[in-house]
């Protein structure tokens, strides 16, 4: 299936189910085109004000309560978008679980008020979005501050240590992120994934040697954006990193050099509360089960019991699950029939299940 793309380069296909899969997250009571009931609201954040939505459980508070963080992609978390009929699945089992759930939009998405968009945000930015959120939510009412706790997805959970470091978060969830800089994980994103989906490692070592020197331009030297279009026209072209004038896959240049410099390693030290680091088993966004491994491990090394590791099975980025071989999988994800009420169909409600009992014993 996936050699007979002829002339497509590596990174090419990479691109499309790296940008396909992290492109998945998101609130529902019920599957199909009904959102879930939300209270929206709006919370100050350093570039203005943000919207926010909140899944009341039944019965009086102060409840426990999820923060849920998403990927890196500038796209709305409005419930009633289809893309994100998956996560409401997750976020009902949260709510009927007797949880609070509040998500945030990032700056300049879905109203608010914002003086930057949101592909024009750096990291520490939205870090900094997420930190303000996390800090008015801890100061509501309805919110049991001795219990609560982050759901990071993707990029999100990333984004969760260094919120909830000092903040009193009593756990986080990790679901599909790894545990190293990006510029490394971009070129081992390069090699491991495209070899899983079957291509020839002789083009994957040729290209990915082609992407090197510009993910290090980029990310290290932070060169600026006309040195890198004039030395690495070809690399660019080759697209694991979509070039639309300064932007790359939605986000300004600069954000992805700002995103290596967060340290990852320093934050999951730092972190005391608990941690349940997941990846799933048809995730090839996040590649392997290594990002979570090392997540419990450091965590581990630094406060003994508190991180743990476990592999959701045949499970993608998305959270479907489909009891079939990975190539069967991969046919399914990857159709043009593909959709936001199909994925949410297939969720998998073992893993919510599993979130749930793990933030109930914590």
Known sequence: MIRGRERLSVFKRLFWFFLAALALAGPVRAVGTHAPEAEIGLAAVPTGQTVTYSFRPDGDGPFPTVLFLQGYPCRSAAPEDSQNFARNRLITTFADAGYLVHIAEKPGLGGGNSTKACEDLLYHEEVAAFSAVLDQLRASPEVDPDRLFI?????????????????????????????????????????????????????????????????????????????????????????????????????????????????????WAAYDGNVLALYGEYDIASISEEGAERIASIVNRHHPGRGEAEIIARTGHGFATLDAPFEDYLALRFSPDWSGEQEASLFNDALADRVVRWMDES
Not at 197 to 202: F, H, Q
Not at 205 to 233: C, N, S
């Open 151 to 267: 759901f990071g997805h993707s990029m999100g959970g990333q984004t969760a240590p260094l919120i909830a470091r000092g903040r009193n978060v009593r756990g986080i969830v990790t679901y599909g992120i790894h545990a190293k800089s990006w510029f490394e994980f971009l070129i081992d994103l390069a090699r491991e994934q495209a070899e899983r989906i079957g291509i020839d490692p002789v083009v994957v070592d040729r290209e990915t040697g082609m992407m090197i020197p510009f993910l290090y331009d980029l990310m290290i030297a932070k060169r600026d954006w006309d040195f890198l279009v004039e030395q690495h026209r070809e690399a660019l072209g080759i697209g694991i990193l979509r070039a639309d004038g300064e932007y790359l896959n939605g986000r300004h240049y600069r954000f992805w050099a700002d995103l290596n410099d967060a340290s990852l390693v320093e934050n």
